[in-house]
Nanobody, 124 residues
Framework: QVQLVESGGGLVQAGNSLRLSCAAS?????????LAWFRQAPGKEREFVSC???????YYADSVKGRFTISKDNAKNTVYLQMTNLLTDDSAVYYC?????????????????WGQGTQVTVSE
């Protein structure tokens, strides 16, 4: 079972930046996996943020396009989410997820492994 551990969340002011990290262990197929970030705000459903395929092709939700950048380091078994120009609407718990099938998906049900989440709070 793949273990995913997120870090890097915190409290920032609107307009500032944060970088989230997600380290994978027990992940022998990491280089071929698709990795994604989802987020969930209180009272809302979990929503897709970004995905990086096995071939490093990336995908973004419209709400974060141009502000967030996902990247994957196969040598470190780690995926990152660089978030810039943060908005108060970006406040949520951010989750890292992986799936052995390495192609893009925005459907959380298609991901087999999940991290515990990291809180991001953006203040005015």
């Amino acid at each position: 079972q793949v273990q995913l551990v997120e870090s890097g969340g915190g409290l920032v002011q609107a307009g500032n930046s944060l970088r989230l990290s997600c380290a994978a262990s027990e992940a022998p197929t990491f280089s071929g996996d698709a990795l994604a970030w989802f987020r969930q705000a209180p009272g809302k459903e979990r929503e897709f943020v970004s995905c990086v395929e096995w071939n490093m092709r990336t995908y973004y939700a419209d709400s974060v396009k141009g502000r967030f950048t996902i990247s994957k380091d196969n040598a470190k078994n780690t995926v990152y989410l660089q978030m810039t120009n943060l908005l108060t609407d970006d406040s949520a718990v951010y989750y890292c997820a992986s799936r052995v099938r390495g192609s893009y998906s925005s459907d959380p049900k298609t991901y087999e492994s999940w991290g515990q989440g990291t809180q991001v709070t953006v203040s005015e």
